[in-house]
């Protein structure tokens, strides 16, 4: 019993320091299958559950079971592997040219990549995503050239943000890929608010709010949950629960909820969990979602359960918040070796095909390196001009401006 009258301040502890085991016995997972899938109409208070169990496509044999599965070809499939494998490979080549000291920083993905790449495929042209640091997979899922994101690493003559943005920070309407922002949160109320505007001028097209777990602890996040629930807007609401928030546990900015999912219940969102290590899984579910939302059903809210095998970025060093050999004990495995492991079960593809794809992209990827660097790096070659500073701000360039841009001479 607690001491009358004693008051004592709580602060959430990780399961394990660095030095111990990695215990994830905390993280109930679901049996492949086992979860239900609602028709798309369904009242959010009769799924309630869900937004505290994980659903699942693959088992443990790589087999593709339940109400969940079969909304892939294997063509589609294969290529999903082949845009996870990429996106692995990218992230490589840039970790070390951030290390050679070609570029200020990176990004890594690594272990979450199903997320994104699979989420991409949902999606119809036109549609907007609002992603953080933490998507490229959006865009290496939808084509857009390696050799311009590595222009925009490099911050060279060929940037197509000219050097305005940090790298990593990608930015094409194109591609529906809204300008990053490094302030965290801010993406969940612009996309809350560009889902609003498709749905007043009538339009088709939805958005897709990213957001880490940590971030889930920022005022926009709620603002955002609010004004999608009353105005039901056409978004698909992302949390990404990779269970670090650069070097502070998961528990920090959960708080008493239990699942970040949980969060959209008190706001009337359907809430639902997925395996964010299952391409079919974040797949079905983004598919799910982005349907509720172009029937004007609403927002829905999906935490994908992840985790974040590499540092936070360049700059982080993880073995001084975990232990090492955590990711090696995370309980949803690899999501390329378990897709890989499905292709192969179903006989489409075999470990000779995936060493011979491996070294295929890595050529891929090495000559778009090259062709990236021949516009210059960080310290080397071309790099945007002076100008590019003062273009692009207004339609109209104030005098102010145009005097300064005379007086240095560019």
């Avoid at 085991?21 to 009769?46: C, H, L, M, Q, Y």
């Avoid at 590019?388 to 007086?407: I, K, N, S």
Wanted: hydrophobic share 40%.
């Amino acid at each position: 019993m607690a001491d009358a009258g004693m008051l004592r301040f709580h602060v959430p502890e990780p399961e394990v320091r660095p030095g111990g085991t990695p215990d994830f016995s905390n993280v109930t997972i679901a049996k492949a299958g086992s979860v239900p899938r609602p028709e798309i109409e369904v009242d959010p208070r009769d799924i309630r559950d869900m937004a505290f169990s994980i659903i699942r496509v693959l088992n443990r044999a790589g087999e593709a079971v339940g109400p969940w599965a079969g909304l892939l070809s294997d063509d589609e499939l294969l290529e999903g592997l082949r845009h996870m494998m990429t996106l692995r490979s990218f992230d490589a080549r840039m970790q070390m040219a951030q290390r050679q000291g070609k570029t200020s920083f990176y990004m890594q993905h690594l272990g979450e990549e199903a997320v994104s790449c699979a989420f991409r495929k949902a999606l119809a042209p036109g549609d907007m995503n609002f992603p953080t640091y933490r998507q490229a997979g959006l865009l290496i899922a939808d084509g857009y050239p390696m050799v311009t994101m590595m222009n925009q690493i490099y911050s060279n003559e060929s940037d197509p943000l000219k050097g305005r943005q940090l790298p990593i920070m990608y930015s094409s309407k194109e591609h529906g890929f809204f300008s990053i922002s490094g302030n965290l949160a801010t993406q969940y109320i612009q996309a809350v608010g560009w889902a609003m505007a498709s749905a007043i001028s009538n339009d088709s097209k939805i958005a897709a709010a990213w957001i880490g777990d940590g971030s889930t602890a920022e005022s926009d996040f709620h603002s955002a949950l609010v004004f999608a629930s009353t105005y039901k807007a056409p978004v698909v609401l992302n949390v990404v629960n990779n269970q670090w928030a650069i070097s502070t546990f998961q528990g920090i900015a959960r708080g008493g909820s239990g699942t970040f999912a949980a969060r959209g219940l008190g706001f009337g969102i359907p809430s639902l969990r997925v395996d964010g290590n299952d391409y079919l899984a974040v797949h079905a579910v983004a598919k799910w979602a982005a349907e509720r939302a172009r029937k004007n059903l609403g927002p829905t809210l999906v935490e994908y359960v992840t985790y974040r095998v590499g540092a936070h970025s360049s700059s982080d060093d993880p073995s001084a918040y975990r232990p090492k050999a955590e990711s090696d004990a995370w309980p949803l495995g690899d999501p390329i070796v378990r897709l890989k492991n499905h292709l192969i079960q179903r006989g489409v593809w075999s470990d000779e095909r995936h060493t011979q794809a491996e070294a295929e992209i890595l050529e891929t990827v090495i000559a778009a390196q090259r062709e990236a660097e021949r516009h210059g790096t960080l310290h080397a070659g071309g790099k945007p001009s002076a100008r590019d500073m003062f273009e692009g701000v207004y339609a109209e360039m104030p005098p102010h401006l145009r005097r300064q841009r005379q007086q240095a001479g560019v």
